[in-house]
């Protein structure tokens, strides 16, 4: 593989370039050990290792661009290399991008923010049910997920299949690969991310415009930011495909046909460069200040920076209460992995694309080099205390535990390999954090009770036992995050 890097800016300060070299030098591990100097890795160690083929960057600060930097292929087979125009799938940052299209068209006075989504849409209805007996889902709502709509995300389709129409996908049937979008809890109760809700989303924008969706997309957000390589177009321009990216697999295997097709466009259809989504993301800091207008009024920008319900304002995830202001969004489609991290007041961020489906692993631990280096209050390793237990304490730890309400997949194994304990298997804290373990990883002790390792994420696990000291289950802890395991009995 081809691992050179590319500085796509020759005028880059000499302190620039130390930045860049300190942070691909320096990436870290989610937990360090108090009292230890922090592991650090290298960049294109941890691209083999994850089998990401090709990385794009960009980096903000001041509300413009600071650097970017390349890295790898963007074609293993030709040794085509990544370039700063080099197109990426953006994955889910469609979802906020396109909120930027539908909350200019509310502006206009096209759509409606408040009102029942049926009353806008004509050629299809969200089906009504008991949920939405005496609640309707709103604009707002889908924006934010708070909608009750189903439908997570979307697999796309291989090259030269059949694409399905809106309709089709927004009712389940073929060639749609995926469910119906309906109504599944009552509206605004409760947070449910939706990729369909976007879909809805599309509908209503191109029912209010007469526009195809590209198109309006080009026009509303796109070319008013300066986004010019970037698209909404599913399949892929002929015109563009040489300047795509192709995504690979976990193991670094090819997709065939070199990537998917997302026809479901506001959820998952954009392509585009980092240098552009910083463009996009520079342009919302501008416009909540006040001091830029290009595609929303400073009120509207801070509606879409407030938090509607838990962390999501419309079309962004936004920072937890008491943290600093943040907004961002990951994206994951087949083969490709990104990221928009954006302080709301400070003017910075970054945007990471990668082209590998282990890409979101390498790219959390970029993202706490860049923390480290410039100094972010996010992002930096969990500091762990480890502590000495007797030995023999470990051996009542040993079994297989089960979250068992995954469909039986998350399931975790502890055994003792020369006197310390190693964990094994998958767990998953809350809906979207979820790990799986190729290889067994040694539990280290920060107490008689909990543990940690310095490879999964950040998480510890806390082994509890009954009155008569057996140990019967272990919670695993992220954060604020909590979930139980039990403990086979054999």
């Known amino acids: 593989m081809l691992l050179q890097t590319q500085a796509q800016q020759p005028a880059a300060t000499t302190a620039t370039q130390a930045h860049i070299s300190r942070i691909q030098n320096g990436l870290l591990p989610s937990?360090?050990?108090?009292?230890?100097?922090?592991?650090?890795?290298?960049?294109?160690?941890?691209?083999?290792?994850?089998?990401?083929?090709?990385?794009?960057?960009?980096?903000?600060?001041?509300?413009?661009?600071?650097?970017?930097?390349?890295?790898?292929?963007?074609?293993?087979?030709?040794?085509?290399?990544?370039?700063?125009?080099?197109?990426?799938?953006?994955?889910?940052?469609?979802?906020?991008?396109?909120a930027l299209g539908a909350l200019k068209l509310v502006q206009r006075g096209k759509l409606k923010?408040?009102?029942?989504?049926?009353?806008?849409?004509?050629?299809?209805?969200?089906?009504?049910?008991?949920f939405t007996a005496n609640q309707k889902v709103t604009l707002r709502m889908l924006l934010s997920h708070s909608g009750g709509v189903s439908v997570h995300g979307f697999g796309g389709y291989e090259v030269n299949r059949p694409l399905p129409s809106v309709a089709q996908i927004l009712d389940g049937a073929k060639p749609a690969n995926s469910a119906p979008v309906r109504?599944?809890?009552?509206?605004?109760?409760?947070?449910?991310?939706?990729?369909?809700?976007?879909?809805?989303?599309?509908?209503?924008?191109?029912?209010?415009?007469?526009?195809?969706?590209?198109?309006?997309?080009?026009?509303?957000?796109?070319?008013?930011?300066g986004m010019s390589h970037s698209t909404y177009e599913q399949p892929l321009p002929p015109s563009l495909l040489s300047s795509a990216a192709h995504g690979y697999g976990p193991n670094g295997e090819p997709l065939p046909g070199g990537f998917h097709i997302y026809p479901e466009m506001a959820a998952a259809g954009l392509w585009a460069t980092p240098s552009d989504l910083a463009r996009a993301a520079i342009e919302v800091q501008q416009e909540?200040?006040?001091?830029?207008?290009?595609?929303?009024?400073?009120?509207?920008?801070?509606?879409?920076?407030?938090?509607?319900?838990?962390?999501?304002?419309?079309?962004?995830e936004v920072e937890k209460p008491g943290a600093t202001p943040r907004f961002d969004?990951?994206?994951?489609?087949?083969?490709?992995?990104?990221?928009?991290?954006?302080?709301?007041?400070?003017?910075?961020?970054?945007?990471?694309?990668?082209?590998?489906?282990?890409?979101?692993?390498?790219?959390?631990?970029i993202l706490r080099a860049v923390a480290h280096e410039y100094a972010w209050p996010d992002f930096q390793p969990a500091e762990h205390t480890l502590i000495k237990l007797d030995p023999t304490s470990f051996k009542d730890l040993e079994g297989t535990y089960d979250q068992a309400d995954r469909d039986g997949q998350d399931k975790?194994?502890?055994?003792?390999?020369?006197?310390?304990?190693?964990?094994?298997g998958t767990y998953s804290v809350g809906?979207?954090?979820?790990?799986?373990?190729?290889?067994?990883?040694?539990?280290?002790?920060?107490?008689?009770?909990?543990?940690?390792?310095?490879?999964?994420?950040?998480?510890?696990?806390?082994?509890e036992k009954t009155s008569d000291g057996i140990v019967n289950r272990c919670v695993v802890i992220s954060g604020t995050n909590q979930r139980e395991a039990k403990k086979w009995v054999r």
Request: proline letters at 5%; a negative charge; zero cysteines.
């Open 288 to 316: 909540y200040a006040g001091n830029s207008h290009k595609v929303l009024s400073q009120a509207l920008a801070e509606e879409m920076l407030t938090r509607q319900k838990d962390n999501w304002g419309l079309g962004f």
């Open 183 to 225: 109504v599944a809890a009552v509206p605004g109760s409760v947070y449910s991310y939706s990729g369909g809700g976007m879909i809805v989303t599309q509908l209503m924008m191109m029912e209010a415009t007469g526009k195809s969706f590209p198109a309006l997309m080009n026009d509303l957000v796109l070319s008013p930011i």
């Open 31 to 98: 937990v360090v050990i108090k009292g230890h100097p922090a592991p650090v890795m290298k960049l294109a160690d941890r691209m083999r290792y994850y089998h990401v083929p090709g990385i794009s960057i960009a980096y903000f600060d001041h509300e413009r661009i600071e650097w970017t930097h390349v890295y790898g292929v963007a074609d293993i087979q030709r040794n085509r290399p990544v370039t700063t125009e080099t197109l990426f799938q953006a994955g889910s940052i469609s979802k906020p991008i396109a």
């Open 329 to 365: 969004h990951f994206g994951v489609n087949t083969g490709f992995i990104s990221v928009l991290e954006a302080y709301r007041d400070r003017g910075q961020g970054i945007v990471i694309m990668t082209n590998g489906q282990q890409g979101e692993k390498l790219i959390t631990e």
């Open 113 to 130: 923010l408040d009102e029942n989504v049926n009353d806008e849409l004509t050629s299809w209805k969200l089906p009504d049910n008991e």
């Open 431 to 463: 809906s979207t954090y979820h790990f799986g373990l190729s290889e067994p990883v040694e539990l280290l002790p920060e107490s008689e009770q909990q543990y940690f390792t310095l490879l999964t994420g950040g998480a510890s696990f806390r082994f």
């Open 412 to 424: 975790f194994t502890v055994t003792i390999r020369d006197g310390r304990p190693y964990i094994s």
